[in-house]
């Protein structure tokens, strides 16, 4: 990881530290009945930091965290670049047994998770039926089904793990999190390919709102870098080229951009309904108001280039938040630096936004983490509730040459202060046609 552009001088240590100022939590805001879900924790695992504290850092200062891949030989060399974690061990953690059976994509997300419960004041504590887990996972254990499979391959099946049928399923890290938390309400695993993340913290919070539980712990993790994956998705030519610099490679909305950059990592996040979380004093990051979801039905790969899935999205999570499109400050957005997909998302924001859209401060931070496909609506989640809860935009670096296509305010290169928004979105698109959105707002303080 090294700095790509420097962070703007007015930044300080205080505000980009700035993560656990009390907000007041309580009834909801938007004038609806519907209860209130309010954030109470954060935990990450990703290639630009180990947690979220780091992570923060990482996307204010610019930093990216594209590498050449170190994990196995790649057969393309094209492409031999991805956002790997490095340094990132689970002894201590997590219980022996999980670190010998389960995938390495089960190891980020219960270290997530255990980060997340910690932020929130939850740790050590056997949560009971009230709190439940929604973690997804759009590949499941695929470093596990590769590595069984050459066992089987090379000495038979008695030399295969007999776990390994539960472990390598999209719902292993949904389990072990319930395990080890004590959350016995309500527990699954979103599949919606890189919408994943996104769909999982919206279910969750729906299933707050139902009344079926006070407490969840959602998000999503990914280990997608192993060989079979990597070629497959070299085959597709959508992923970003190995042109001599790897942080360099990932350039969303960039006329020039080359593709996505595969990455891993896990986000989790703690929800909790608004009376929960003020009952027991929990600090809250910041509101979950608005949730909507939409698919192309269009083509299993491409995007519907009318971008109606994602225009459904937006737009329904700007009417569930009950907010006006010139009331969100800022997007998150799915940002891939495929030359389609940055094409149709910047058209479904125009369609959404009218002409505010052109006053709308928009960032990838893909550009900085890769794309972590199922994780990737988690991990981008956290990133925007701290961006509404410190103020501050992170950029879309590696922005150079502007698209026509591409014309709106990427915050290029350089983190902008924002101390003024009140509701952020954030959006992500899946293979298949899947488009999720979230909005998060300020809670109003005391």
Known sequence: MRPQNEVNPSFDKEKQSRMTRPIAVGVATSGSSRQQVVVTGLGVVSPVGLDVG????????????????SRFEVSEPDYAIAGEIRGFDPQGRLPIRMIRNADRSVHFGAVAALEALGDAGLANRKLGPRAGVVLGSS??????????????????VRRMNPTTLPNILPDAASGYIAMIS???GPNMAVTSASATGASAIGEAAEIIRRGDADIMIAGATEAPLTPVLFAGFAAMRTMALNEGDPAAACKPFDLHRTGFVLAEGAAAIVLESGAHAETRGARAYAEIAGYGTGNDAFHIVASDPTGRGAVLAMSTALRKAGLTPEQVGYINAHGTASQMNDRVETAAIKTVFGDYAYRLPISSTKSMTGHLMGAAGAIEAVITVLSLHNGILPPTINYKTPDPECDLDYVPNQAREAPGIQAALTHSVGLGGHNASLIFRRTPSD
């Open 182 to 184: 004590g959350a016995k």
């Open 139 to 156: 590949l499941g254990g695929q470093s596990l089904r590769e590595t069984q499979h050459a066992t089987l391959e090379k000495q038979g």
């Open 54 to 69: 780091s992570t923060w850092a990482s996307v204010v200062a610019g930093r990216s965290g594209i590498v050449p891949i």
